[in-house]
């Protein structure tokens, strides 16, 4: 679990401008870096190198780079908006934090204020004929990389906002927090099983605002815990949508400022993050389905495609996994329950593709894969599924042939509980 600033500086670094600005300091110190080595430069190395063509090179790359920078942004402005429709809005923000979108940007206005300040500093007669030869080298590598970053965005170019790829981006997303979960089911801290292990004399600590939690630092709240001699009971996990009835947390204690600083260990804002919360990929990867399900985009392969997707996630929730240990005792949190996982991922699916029986199939045939696993928990929810989905399948279809097919799927889930 990382501390809040930790959690921010992560959010900081995977924003566009965080690696634009990186690269375009970089870029600058780079053109200014010549002024500085030429003197070092040995003078026949100077006169042998036709130092004096960087002059064009940099007039070519400061104009083209600009055109090229402002074709990409409205290329991925574009694919986001066709993300956007054609997927889910959810997904947009994975796509926004793309490093590689974001590495090929940042190269080309990198690239373009190092041809800019190299132009500015080659009229003010700065460099000398010996700093050009650094001029000349360090432009040769810019050259380099930026038909390398070329190459690599013209076949990223061809998948950016795909629906498939889309998928896939917000599937690995839900599998780095539900593994992260499992190494770190509470978090850090110890198991709490439900209201009834909360001591009665424990105060609710009410949220600052309503929204969703983001991000939970235990680490301060152990140290909150510590130092009142009290144990804490987390009552919102990452992803909980907070509001006057529903507080943070509880504690035996009655100080006014303790219950400020425990609030304030918990990052609140007004959407979910994939981050701490998997249950909020699972959801996602299910609203995909539901759009693809939809009479106006009446595309059911879509759907299948998520359904495979969801059983791989959850089969991670019984990959056997080297847990971390307890590093904060005096906290109390809950797990994630299967049920909830289970309910995420398929009532949508369930519900709009009630009159597909392709779609009812595969959702049958998911349930028999996950009951399957060893965890028989698993067992209990995909039997508990697979009947929900076999009314709502029963109701919705008209033709028996149908019917009878969503029925004998149904029959190998039963198949394997009884295994």
């Known amino acids: 679990m990382v501390s809040k600033w930790n959690w ?14 990186l690269i375009s300091l970089l870029a600058v110190v780079s053109a200014l870096l010549a002024i500085v080595l030429g003197p070092y430069i040995p003078y026949d190395i100077s006169a042998s190198i036709g130092a004096e063509a960087v002059d064009n090179i940099l007039t070519i790359i400061a104009s083209s780079m600009l055109a090229v920078t402002t074709f990409s942004l409205s290329t991925m402005v574009a694919a986001y908006s066709a993300a956007t429709s054609n997927v889910t809005p959810r997904a947009t923000k994975l796509l926004l934090q793309d490093p590689t979108s974001q590495n090929v940007l940042s190269t080309f206005v990198g690239s373009f204020l190092y041809s800019l300040v190299a132009i500015i500093t080659l009229s003010m007669n700065a460099y000398g004929e ?10 040769i590598f810019v050259v380099l990389l930026i038909v390398a970053t070329l190459l690599r965005w013209i076949d990223y170019l061809t998948r950016l906002g795909r629906v498939g790829d889309t998928t896939e981006v917000v599937e690995k997303a839900t599998a780095d927090a539900l593994r992260s979960r499992r190494r770190q089911p509470y978090l850090g801290g110890v198991h709490l099983a439900g209201e009834k292990d909360i001591p009665a004399d424990a105060v609710a600590i009410p949220a600052p605002f309503i929204g969703y939690v983001q991000h939970i630092d235990l680490a301060k709240l152990q140290e909150i815990a510590q130092s009142q001699n009290v144990a804490i009971y987390l009552l919102a996990l990452p992803g909980t949508f907070v509001d006057p009835r529903h507080p943070l947390a509880r504690i035996a204690s009655d100080d006014g400022k303790v219950h400020e600083a425990i609030a304030a260990a918990y990052s609140l804002a007004r959407e979910r993050s994939f981050d701490q919360d998997p249950r909020f990929g699972l959801s996602v990867l299910a609203e995909i389905a539901q759009r693809a399900l939809s009479p106006a985009v009446n595309d059911p392969g879509t759907a ?5 997707r969801t059983v791989r996630l959850l089969a991670i929730w019984d990959e056997p996994e080297e847990r971390e240990p307890v590093r904060f005792p005096a906290v109390h949190v809950a797990s994630v329950r299967l049920s909830d996982l289970f309910d995420d991922a398929y009532s949508p699916i369930a519900r709009d593709g009630a009159g597909i029986a392709e779609v009812q199939v595969r959702l049958q045939k998911a349930f028999a894969a996950l009951s399957a696993l060893d965890d028989p ?10 009947d929900i989905a076999l009314r ?27 295994a």
């Open 377 to 386: 928990r698993f067992r209990i929810e995909a039997a508990r599924h697979s």
């Open 130 to 139: 010996r700093g050009r030869v650094i001029l000349f080298v360090v432009t």
């Open 392 to 418: 709502r399948a029963e109701a919705a279809l008209t033709l028996k042939e149908d019917i009878e097919a969503v029925r004998a799927a149904a029959r190998g889930v039963a198949g394997t509980l009884t």
């Open 304 to 308: 299948i495609d998520v359904i495979g």
């Open 8 to 21: 921010i500086y992560r959010l900081v670094t995977r924003r566009l401008w965080f690696r634009s600005t």
